[in-house]
């Protein structure tokens, strides 16, 4: 049951003014009559509630702006009289006793204002004559039912303990997570981590924790990660431009990216002994295999959460002077439903091996471009009987445009129409399109001689791209083994689909080796084949392109890499 306090004062301090009311209602709820002296104390949530504004004049909008900037340069929260305290018991016999309490007796003896008012929770409704009960989400409400009752005793320690080794620009979290939603539409979606980093903190050292600050110089959001187990201090940094949507839900902010972070890796012990900036930082594609296999997929959602609610306000009046998006103070349900493990996975790489390969390559896509689950594609790869393969995969690439422009269209309304139909209807319209005899573009592109099917895979430092096809001209290879879709074209990127460049405070050599030499090397896992390095021209070369090949029959002969090369002569002595 959800409960609002008004009128009662917050004080300069937020923090310890939430220590204080919990403090004072845990004297009211876990004392008799409400509690006899033998029975467990219940838990409650006690959140301050800002109020805002939405449809603001221009006059407002600069009032609000100057108010903003005066609060970036304090440590305290507003002082708004719009605000109040929203109390949650976890049951709804217990909030009406509670309630039923504070009204028949004089609070003023347990420390409140005679002004105070304590009211259920109501909604805002269009006709002002009805009226609607605020319900709590139910996962506040069974993290109130599974956690224990902390007492202000406890919370008023970790409180001074926290502010003892707190810096005005950097602030302790709890943890870090990379996650997606469960549905494609924003407002009404769960955040599903994937992905999760919990720090115990030691107060007497401070390379156990895990802080998080705003880099003015360079604009990026900082996030160092304890150094307790290894040499290298570790940090996670996200341009503030590539930063679209910002909620925040104390003590918690999602952050959606356009891409992926850096992940950089300092050696401590270098250092001391070069001079040379380049070798200051590592580039990583990640700092452990379980974060490298998910962030192709969730790379670019992340859950930040503070150690307390104090901090993570004041980062957020801190952000307010960098060009970071306006904040939306939502409440989302967090799960913990992982559906990229390694077993789901392997059940796609054993489905892609058993398909043609110019389908498997479109379900990779799928995939990568995270527009259906790996469930949602296993379902889907049901349905791909009985069909030849040009006309399947016209089908899916149908599938892909039609799913990408509806999600476009749908992520922003609180009532779309987006996977209303089912997987196997959705399909099915795709199908009917690639089999009716209309001539496309693509098709009478492709008629021209000496045009073929491009396929193209761009490596990124965290994930992996899946293009095409698309119609380009050939060269004298492909002409020679008859277009065959066993070859494409690798190509690698930034983050942003830039070029990649060289950094100076980055080891990029190092970052090449370990990152893409092991693919050249070693060959590349593409719709369900092993495709390796074949060679490039110089053109490629300069746009960072390549060719890889995975064996093929061509005229009853096996051809792999080291094959056609050798077909094409020898190049040892060039």
Request: with cysteine; net charge positive.
């Amino acid at each position: 049951m959800e409960i609002s306090i008004f009128n009662h004062p917050t004080l300069l301090n937020p923090s310890l003014a939430r220590i204080d009311l919990i403090e004072r209602i845990s004297n009211l709820a876990h004392k008799p009559p409400l509690t006899n002296p033998h029975e467990s104390l219940i838990n409650f949530d006690v959140q301050l509630m800002h109020v805002g504004n939405f449809k603001r004049t221009k006059n407002q909008h600069n009032r609000n702006r100057k108010h903003r900037n005066f609060l970036s340069n304090q440590s305290d929260v507003d002082l708004s009289p719009e605000n109040y305290w929203r109390l949650t018991f976890p049951t709804i016999e217990f909030g009406h006793k509670f309630l039923n309490l504070v009204n028949q007796i004089n609070i003023e003896k347990f420390g409140f204002s005679s002004k105070v008012k304590f009211e259920q929770s109501i909604l805002k409704m269009r006709d002002n004559h009805q009226k609607k009960f605020k319900v709590p989400h139910p996962s506040l409400i069974q993290k109130l039912k599974t956690n224990q009752f902390t007492s202000p005793e406890d919370e008023r320690k970790l409180y001074h303990e926290l502010d003892k080794d707190s810096s005005p620009n950097q602030f302790i979290l709890s943890s870090l997570e990379f996650g997606r939603l469960d549905k494609p539409t924003i407002f009404d979606a769960c955040f599903c981590s994937e992905y999760i980093q919990s720090f115990v903190s030691n107060p007497s050292s401070v390379n156990s924790r895990c802080t998080i600050s705003i880099d003015e110089t360079s604009s990026q959001i900082v996030i160092k990660l304890p150094q307790t187990h290894q040499p290298h201090g570790r940090s996670t940094r996200i341009n503030c431009k590539t930063v679209k949507r910002i909620e925040a839900n104390l003590p918690s902010i999602l952050l959606w990216l356009d891409c992926s972070p850096l992940f950089c890796e300092d050696n401590a012990l270098e250092n001391l002994f070069t001079t040379n900036n380049s070798q200051q930082k590592s580039r990583k594609s990640g700092f452990d295999h379980h974060q490298m296999r998910i962030l192709p997929f969730v790379g670019r959602l992340i859950r930040i959460t503070f150690k307390r609610d104090k901090d993570c306000n004041t980062f957020l009046h801190h952000s307010t002077r960098f060009k970071l998006p306006r904040i939306n103070h939502i409440f989302r349900e967090v799960r913990s439903e992982p559906i990229y493990t390694p077993d789901n996975l392997a059940k796609l790489e054993s489905v892609k091996e058993s398909l043609d390969l110019a389908i498997s390559f479109q379900l990779d896509k799928l995939l990568h471009s995270t527009i259906l689950s790996p469930d949602e594609i296993l379902e889907l790869s049901k349905l791909l009987k009985g069909f030849d393969s040009d006309t399947l995969e016209g089908a899916l690439m149908n599938l892909v445009n039609n799913l990408t422009d509806e999600l476009e269209e749908s992520q922003y309304k609180t009532r779309p129409n987006f996977r209303t139909q089912t997987i196997a209807s959705k399909f099915s319209i795709a199908l009917q399109a690639a089999q009716s005899n209309k001539s496309t573009l693509f098709d009478r592109r492709l008629q021209f001689q000496d045009n073929f099917k491009c396929r193209t895979v761009t490596l990124t430092p965290t994930g992996t791209i899946f293009e095409g096809p698309t119609v380009e001209q050939s060269n004298s290879i492909l002409r020679l083994y008859d277009y065959s879709p066993s070859f494409i074209r690798v190509a690698i990127r930034e983050e942003d689909f830039s070029s990649h460049h060289h950094d100076r405070e980055m080891n990029s050599a190092q970052f090449l080796q370990e990152r893409y030499l092991p693919l050249f090397s070693g060959g590349l896992k593409i719709a369900g084949r092993n495709f390796e390095f074949l060679g490039y021209s110089s053109s490629a070369l300069k746009d960072h392109q390549a060719w890889f090949v995975c064996p093929f029959k061509h005229r009853g002969v096996v051809m792999t890499a080291h094959r056609i090369r050798h077909n094409m002569g020898d190049f040892s002595k060039v």
